[in-house]
């Protein structure tokens, strides 16, 4: 298309098409960009490329041998065929010996639905096997930590080996023996204990070799539903998916986001999504203890705010999403101003990924200790998330309390004020105060944003259903504050996110279409408040 | 057109196919026709080539320690990083204590800088580390292409018998391990089998209750 | 004379002093002409020294053939970064043995080559690869190398041209596969040895990432000859394309095996029934293998005509490698024996591409079956397909070396597996 090519560019033909790409790209990801997806194993963007597996071999206009397309620099004026008769036969060939000691284990395979070897071989392999000698067996070995390994499905791709090497930089997965005794393995007895990035290596195994023992035939691949969202378990905010069926969460993965966790996420946030499940939940809206329905709840409180004189405080904590804060923050200023605290535990040190420098599990084990910045409110407490409520804990005045479960707040918590409103997802004997008991939603049950540590605001989707009639706290809060200052009831998360954000200079000009599953840093991001 | 004339087999190591075996240690391993015998610890050019399982064998010896270290340590000096130094090293550490078990590696792994992994992969990568122990002595027939087409599965089996072990297993009284070999480079002179760090060339079946006589002989 | 047994047909250049103990001293060796070519080369300049050894037309020794001058072309010509000079002394081909020879007689001779080597392509670090085996030849090479620093030959300042070497002696540890370039520079840097993805060739990025080139030992021997006589001389023997003398390490079923130095071109049948005394009373000539097991067998018929050169044995259809020719008579069970030339690839692969790893060991699986006589007609058309299948695929040609085998003995010698999977029977005296 252009007449001057810049020598930053070449132009090149793959499979009839031409794509012009950056000098140094490589066959395999000019072909990506595009979308001819080359098959192949070894290869990852995270990783070093060995060219080993032979699976993403191309063939070029001209030249006696096929190339690989993971190494092979694109030039220009190449002609690439990904699709010729060479190019698929040498790919039905690797699956071929790929299959001659793979165990027929599909049926009993975690990986299965979600497998390289399935897809590619049900796409490109033979039909019939022609395989007769007894195949190899090497059994089952623990490799420490969350990680279990069945030698006998190994494609020896060893990604894992280049991953706890280069990004791990913890080089505990070696190559043992040679040629078709080749196995991977840990130094004896010392396995992958206490690395807190080896889970990633489940995620990166084409096959069912490296399997979480959490995740163990827990749930078949395509009985899941993935859903984007954003971890919660500390500021990072590492993109990632909920893998739910039957309306529990069975897993979380990663999902790639070079700006943030690259493709990967630490163990400690990977294994944290048991407490999403819980079953002891606030159902339905309790008013002076008396389960009612939400518009006699929200009309009995609407004529409480407005007979109530008393002066506002405010309780957050920071897994409450931006709309959440926001919105409180909002409805305290119509209370005549007061204090807003919120609380958020601390780990004493942070974990960094070497190898990928962006992803550290940080210090504060919440997602959004700085939207709360943000919105202004203060933090109290100590390291755990605990205690700090001294001075809200007798107000005498408007008690607001959103999220936070004030499970460790004494039971008089709130006992003399005047009107004491709870939104939780959980009750507490300090919640059992409130006069008015409103079930909210978990970050897996609603739509909504977090910012993270680095000032970036990223989106979550809900991949759960909320229990009973349980809403989102935007939900709520808006709705009130609608009838308190007159402004439009938001009706989905993004109108809600777009009245947040002009409270707050770092959003303005965001809004959800522009996050898309990416996310998009804030405003003027200043940097990380430690501590 | 002149006969083809024999030279005298002045070649080291030759166990010869006469049965007779008049050379002695010394005069194998050699020092009075190659210049003078290095100095303690070797040449630093040559370090580690050393006659290996000439020392007695020690799976508890303290690795790196006198004259090892000497070695070690000029043998750190021809390469410009640790890493390179590893082959020789696991060899020095192989000499001492005949095999590489965890620990050593273990210990080669903390001497270089390594991760103890890493030198595990490398370690088993190569035929020559025994990852247990074996025998005082370490038979190795070759059974490649060349000495096969010369009955080299023949003189195998003459060793396994003679020593009553099977393949890899290391005879009752602790003295011999039979293993197959791949080519050693001495096709010339079928069927060559290594023992320890000699080689025995033109070996037949008839030789080899001789040659193993011989070994138990020499008591090394 | 080569080793053990002379014939007059030789022209020896490398190996005539292969027998005599007092060649392996520096003394002994400078009596006999050696170490007289450095200052010739000093003087000549690299570039010239480069320039001489292409004219020559040197090929390397080592079973690749390439152009030993045009190889250290490649080098840069500035030096920016530590160059390196390997020397690939793991000898492991089946069927070799030259290498070894030309270590324990003559390490001098190889040293020299390397001085001039290194000068030439700007190396001050040189290694000597080799394979851990060769312990008594390491030994004497160590003491070679140790009596040329003494001299003054290695070290700084040699011979007072400001030109500085340091050589090292490195042992490996047991791996046929190390004897490839780029898995010998994994190798010496204590890596596993597996081989590298060309491109980066070794002379941009070779060991430790730094310009090093890789030459066989023989190729290096050579070199004092073409500096000292030039390279008319070298062309005086050989062929046109494949100039000057080559160390035929001949073994199997010959009544001399040994090594023999004779130029290049030389006919193959002359080499075996002349030079070599023939196969044995009352037996046939029933195939030869050229050069080394990583190539195709020739059978009789193909081995009349072949001349040994590099364009020679193409023609006659294999390859010439490095020149060690087994001869197999008719008492040859050739099942038996490519099943065993593929259990050793399937044994020495580094296992790091799948179809070599997955296909060598299955091949020799399958012709293990064949040769205990539970082979059927198929498993010859999955041999023939699955190697074929190996071809041309994969970092190195070790795939390439399982397919010669066994493709080239189903084509020759089918009727031999037939008879073993339709009856058992075994085709040659046991």
């Not at chain 1, 993109?239 to 986001?257: F, W």
């Not at chain 3, 040197?58 to 390196?84: C, D, I, N, Q």
């Not at chain 3, 620093?149 to 400001?162: D, M, P, R, T, V």
């Not at chain 3, 046929?176 to 990025?205: D, H, W």
Request: hydrophobic share 35%; glycine share 10%; aromatic share 8%.
């Amino acid at each position: 298309m252009a007449d001057q090519q810049s020598p930053k560019t070449v132009t090149l033909t793959i499979d009839s098409q031409k794509v012009t790409v950056p000098k140094g790209t490589t066959l395999l990801r000019a072909a990506e960009a595009i979308g001819i997806e080359i098959p192949h194993y070894c290869y990852h963007p995270g990783l070093s490329s060995p060219a080993m597996c032979r699976m993403c071999l191309v063939e070029v206009e001209g030249w006696p041998k096929l190339a690989p397309s993971c190494k092979e620099v694109a030039q220009e004026g190449q002609v690439v065929f990904t699709e010729s008769d060479k190019a698929r036969r040498q790919r039905t060939g690797v699956l071929e010996f790929y299959l001659v000691n793979h165990p027929l284990d599909c049926p009993i395979c975690d990986q299965s639905g979600e497998c390289k070897l399935q897809d590619f071989v049900f796409s490109e392999g033979r039909r019939h096997g022609r395989g007769r000698e007894p195949k190899r067996v090497l059994g089952r070995d623990d490799f420490g930590g969350d990680v279990l390994f069945n030698a006998d499905r190994c494609v020896m791709c060893t990604r894992c080996v280049r991953f706890m090497r280069e990004v791990a930089e913890d080089e505990r997965l070696t190559v043992v023996e040679r040629g078709n005794r080749a196995i991977i393995d840990t130094f004896f007895e010392r396995g992958l204990d206490g690395s807190p990035f080896a889970g990633n290596i489940v995620d990166i195994c084409p096959v069912g070799a490296l399997i979480s023992k959490d995740f163990l035939h827990k749930a078949r691949a395509w009985d899941l539903d993935r859903t984007p969202s954003v971890c919660p378990s500390c500021s990072q905010g590492c993109n990632i998916t909920l893998d739910t069926r039957d309306n529990l969460v069975q897993r979380l993965k990663p999902r790639e986001n070079l700006e943030v966790n690259g493709w990967w996420m630490c163990d400690f946030g990977r294994h944290n999504y048991e407490w999403i499940n819980r079953g002891d939940r606030l159902e339905a809206p309790l008013v002076d203890g008396r389960a009612t329905g939400w518009p006699e709840a929200l009309e009995s409180l609407l004529s409480r705010l407005h007979e109530a004189s008393g002066s506002g405080k405010g309780v957050t904590w920071a897994h409450a999403p931006n709309e959440e804060m926001g919105m409180l923050r909002a409805l305290m200023e119509h209370l005549g101003g007061g204090e807003a605290v919120y609380r958020s535990p601390r780990a004493p040190d942070e974990t960094p990924l070497p190898g990928f420098p962006l992803l550290i599990r940080r210090k504060e084990l919440a997602p959004n200790d700085r939207g709360a910045e943000i919105f202004g409110f203060e933090r109290v407490g100590d390291q755990n998330g605990e205690g700090g409520l001294e001075g809200v804990a007798q107000h005498d005045g408007v008690l607001v309390v959103v999220g936070d479960p004030l499970t460790d707040a004494g039971e008089d918590f709130g006992s003399k004020a005047e009107l004491f409103v709870y939104l939780g997802t959980r009750g507490s004997p300090a919640a059992s105060n409130a006069h008015f008991v409103l079930p909210i939603t978990t970050f897996a049950e609603q739509e909504g944003t977090y910012t993270n540590v680095q000032g970036r605001v990223q989106r979550f989707w809900p991949g759960l259903r909320a229990p009973g009639v349980a809403r989102p706290g935007w939900f709520i809060l808006g709705a009130l504050l609608a009838e308190l200052s007159g402004s439009d009831v938001p009706t989905s998360a993004d109108r809600a996110f777009a009245l947040v954000a002009e409270r707050a200079p770092e959003f303005s000009g965001i809004s959800y279409k522009d996050l898309g599953n990416r996310g998009a840093p804030v405003n003027h991001p200043a940097s990380v408040s430690g501590d | 057109m002149s006969e083809a004339r024999k030279i005298p087999f002045n070649n080291p190591g030759w166990a010869g196919n006469t049965g007779e075996f008049s050379l002695t240690e010394e005069e194998v391993r050699g020092h009075d026709y190659v210049g003078r015998r290095p100095p303690a610890g070797g040449h630093p050019s040559g370090a580690s080539s050393y006659p290996y399982m000439l020392a007695k064998k020690d799976p508890d010896a303290p690795l790196f320690a006198g004259a090892y270290r000497e070695r070690f340590d000029k043998l750190r000096t021809r390469y410009p990083d640790a890493r390179s130094a590893l082959l020789p090293t696991l060899g020095m550490a192989q000499e001492l204590r005949g095999y590489l078990s965890p620990g050593t590696m273990d210990e080669v792994a903390a001497l270089l800088d390594l991760s103890p992994a890493y030198v595990r992969g490398v370690a088993t990568f190569y035929t020559m580390y025994n990852k247990r122990p074996v025998g005082r002595f370490l038979i190795q027939v070759c059974t490649n292409i060349s000495c096969s087409l010369c009955g080299g599965d023949d003189v195998l089996n003459a060793f396994l018998n003679n020593t009553g072990t099977e393949l890899g297993e290391t005879s009752e009284d602790g003295l011999f391990t039979v293993v197959e070999a791949e080519c050693l480079a001495a096709c010339g002179f079928p069927t060559t089998v290594q023992i320890n760090s000699r080689y025995y060339e033109n070996v037949t079946p008839k030789d080899v209750p001789e040659i193993l006589e011989r070994l138990k002989a020499q008591g090394e | 004379m080569a080793y053990p047994y002379a014939h007059e047909k030789e022209v020896r250049i490398l190996s005539k002093h292969f027998g005599e103990p007092e060649a392996r001293t520096l003394e002994g060796w400078k009596a006999r002409g050696g170490y007289r070519t450095l200052d010739r080369a000093f003087e000549m300049g690299r570039d010239r020294v480069i320039e001489e050894v292409k004219a020559s037309g040197l090929r390397g020794r080592g079973g690749a053939g390439f152009p030993a001058g045009v190889k250290w072309s490649f080098m840069p010509k500035e030096k920016t970064r530590p160059h390196y000079l390997l020397c690939n002394a793991d000898e492991s081909e089946p069927g070799t043995f030259k290498d070894r020879e030309l270590l324990r007689w003559t390490p001098h001779q190889l040293i020299e080559g390397m001085i001039i080597a290194a000068y030439a392509i700007q190396a001050e670090q040189a290694y000597v690869y080799c394979r851990g085996e060769f312990f008594e030849t390491t030994q004497i090479l160590a003491r070679a190398i140790e009596e040329a620093y003494e001299a003054g030959f290695l070290g700084q300042n040699i011979l007072g041209s400001g030109v500085n070497l340091d050589m090292t002696v490195h042992c490996g540890g047991g791996a046929y596969i190390c004897g490839e370039e780029t898995a010998l520079m994994n190798s010496l840097e204590g890596r596993r040895g597996t081989p590298r993805v060309k491109p980066p060739f070794p002379a941009q990025a070779g060991y430790l990432g730094m310009p090093s080139t890789v030459n066989n030992v023989e190729t290096l021997s050579s070199v004092p000859f073409i500096i000292g006589e030039g390279a008319e001389a070298y062309r005086k023997n050989g062929t046109q394309e494949s100039p000057g003398t080559k160390l035929f390490c001949v073994s199997g079923h010959v009544r001399k095996p040994g090594n023999y130095e004779l130029p290049l071109g030389f006919p193959l049948m002359e080499l075996i029934n002349d030079v070599c005394g023939g196969v044995k009373q009352g037996r046939k000539l029933k195939g030869v293998i050229p050069g080394g097991s990583s190539v195709p067998i020739l059978d009789a018929e193909e081995c009349a005509d072949c001349e040994l050169s590099f364009e020679g044995v193409i023609k006659a259809g294999s390859q010439l490698g490095c020149a060690s020719v087994i001869v197999m008579d008719d008492s040859t069970d050739i099942v038996k024996e490519v099943r065993r030339m593929v259990g050793f690839y399937a044994h020495e692969s580094c296992g790091q591409c799948t179809p070599c790893r997955e296909g060598s060991a299955w091949t020799e699986k399958i012709l293990r079956r064949i040769e205990e006589g539970r082979g059927t007609e198929e498993d010859l058309d999955t041999l023939v397909e699955v190697t074929s299948q190996m071809e041309g695929t994969t970092i190195c040609v070790l795939s390439d070396s399982v397919a010669a085998p066994v493709q080239s003995s189903i084509k020759k010698f089918r009727e031999e597996y037939l008879a073993r999977i339709r009856t058992g029977e075994k085709v040659g005296a046991a």
